[in-house]
């Protein structure tokens, strides 16, 4: 597994500020998924609201959205920068009438929405599917955009041994602080497979799998790793936790191509597009 650690990558009082800025913004917008973790997608109209809002938040968006970012990363990993062009298709500043309206749509329920409204929905998902496809498919070059979220994870939040998901290539989590004093786990665990590592399941068995390394989460700190098929991590459980642990999560993901990096992998784990749309 290719992974790299950077402490301190942004300061301990900013991570204070952008957790105190997203408490004030954002207390309503956050989508709940697996275990109980609340998210707020970085191509949604309530990240957009809150980086309209926070001064911290805009700044750190800026950094993390450029050709900037992708090179420290790739750097870090020894990789060739000429492989990725960094772009937006998900991320628009300035959302027309029509792509705020879809938003909007989107991040309701199925069941809420009127059958003009579901036309509109269904009509400009399969337009923006067909755009990006056609787009970001038929070219030479490997298109990807940043899609990340900000995430709060609970007490009793853990993830399994897994790889990331089908299209993420270049994977990130920066954390804004540690676990409550008392508490234990919420730690990133690294994995290596024991068995045949030219075809190493998406989500292979804990018997199967060595420990590596842990990795505790601390304010500042920037992990990130090479989604291929050997990079297996879980999270352990989070315990006796009075407060969530801050972090960001994110990839720069493409937006047409196959990642050739997980061809050895058994499994496919689809990218959720839908997070972002």
Request: charged fraction near 25%.
């Amino acid at each position: 597994m290719k992974y790299k650690i950077l402490e301190n990558f942004i300061d301990k009082n900013f991570c204070n500020a952008l957790i105190k800025d997203a408490n004030l913004f954002s207390k309503n917008d956050y989508i709940k998924v697996l275990n109980n973790r609340l998210i707020l997608p970085s191509s949604s109209l309530a990240f957009l609201k809150l980086i309209n809002n926070s001064k911290p938040w805009k700044e750190l968006h800026n950094q993390l959205n450029s050709q900037d970012f992708l090179k420290t990363i790739l750097k870090a990993l020894d990789l060739n920068e000429k492989n990725f062009e960094v772009t937006n298709f998900f991320f628009n500043h300035k959302p027309s009438t029509f792509l705020k309206k879809y938003k909007l749509l989107n991040s309701k329920k199925i069941s809420t929405i009127g059958n003009l409204n579901l036309f509109f929905y269904a009509f400009y998902k399969i337009y923006r599917y067909l755009i990006r496809k056609f787009k970001f498919t038929f070219t030479s070059k490997n298109y990807v955009e940043l899609l990340y979220d900000y995430s709060k994870s609970p007490n009793g939040y853990k993830r399994e041994i897994h790889r990331d998901s089908d299209s993420r290539t270049i994977v990130f989590l920066i954390y804004f602080n540690s676990i409550t004093q008392d508490g234990k786990g919420g730690n990133l665990e690294l994995y290596k497979y024991k068995k045949n590592e030219r075809a190493i399941p998406s989500r292979p068995d804990t018997n199967d799998c060595k420990l590596i390394e842990t990795i505790l989460p601390e304010a500042g700190k920037l992990v990130t790793f090479l989604n291929s098929n050997t990079s297996l991590h879980a999270v352990s459980e989070m315990t006796n936790c009075s407060g969530y642990r801050h972090f960001l999560y994110g990839s720069f993901t493409l937006l047409g191509k196959k990642n050739n990096l997980i061809k050895s992998s058994v499994g496919s784990l689809k990218t959720n597009y839908n997070f972002f749309e």
